[in-house]
């Protein structure tokens, strides 16, 4: 069982920065390619970013390319989203998500078989 557990959510005006963090726990960091996706309220699940196992590839949104930074840190298990030039259209749940056997769009949730459970990020004007 993969457990994955996000943090660094919060409230921050536009133009400021957060950086989200997701745990990954029970089984093999390097074996998963991992996502963020992000929910506002009345709005269906979004893509966000996300990266391969090796880290040797990213792919964005094109909502937030430019201005948010996927990465992985294969030492501590964890995945992180760099928001820089933050907009209140940024503001949602976000949530981290794990797929042990990528096959098809990487940007369909459908494709991912863990989640976290969500942190919220709130922007501001």
């Known amino acids: 069982q993969v457990q994955l557990v996000e943090s660094g959510g919060g409230l921050v005006q536009a133009g400021g920065s957060l950086r989200l963090s997701c745990v990954v726990s029970g089984r093999t960091f390097s074996l998963y390619t991992m996502a963020w996706f992000r929910q506002a309220p009345g709005k269906e699940r979004e893509f966000v970013a996300d990266?391969?196992?090796?880290?040797?590839?990213?792919s964005y949104a094109d909502s937030v390319k430019g201005r948010f930074t996927i990465s992985r840190d294969a030492a501590k298990s964890t995945l992180h989203l760099q928001m820089n030039n933050l907009r209140p259209e940024d503001t949602a749940v976000y949530s981290c998500?794990?797929?042990?056997?990528?096959?098809?769009?990487?940007?369909?949730?459908?494709?991912?078989?863990?989640w976290g459970q969500g942190t919220q990020v709130t922007v501001s004007s």
């Open positions: 990266i391969i196992r090796s880290g040797g590839s990213t």
């Open positions: 998500a794990a797929d042990r056997w990528p096959a098809g769009d990487r940007s369909n949730w459908n494709e991912y078989d863990y």
